[in-house]
């Protein structure tokens, strides 16, 4: 898996990224659509970590929109001026 800078994304043993995928390097008008793009390409049952500089509740929103029941979220640090989401791929139900 890369990241949408080109990079590998590395995962640990419970499918969780190793390190936080830190957008706030990022112009404000491609974070959501990067947070996406790494989630879009997780496997089922891995999780990215995304370190935000904006409150995450729109791109929550998204993520509802756009992945309905797919995906868990887990806010890890609340603000305000930095935020840490855990966002996972749920695995399929059996």
């Not at 995928?21 to 990067?34: C, G, M, T, W």
């Not at 756009?66 to 840490?84: M, S, V, Y």
């Amino acid at each position: 898996m890369e990241d949408s800078m080109g990079g590998k994304a590395r995962t640990n043993l419970q499918g969780r990224m190793a390190e936080p995928y830190d957008v706030r390097r990022l112009h404000p008008a491609k974070k959501q659509s990067a947070v996406m793009s790494m989630f879009d390409s997780l496997e089922p049952g891995h999780a990215i970590s995304v370190v935000l500089d904006f409150d995450p509740a729109r791109l929550k929103r998204r993520f509802e929109a756009f992945f309905a029941d797919d995906f868990t979220w887990i806010c890890l640090e609340l603000g305000p001026r930095e935020w840490l989401v855990e966002i996972g791929r749920r695995k399929p139900a059996r």
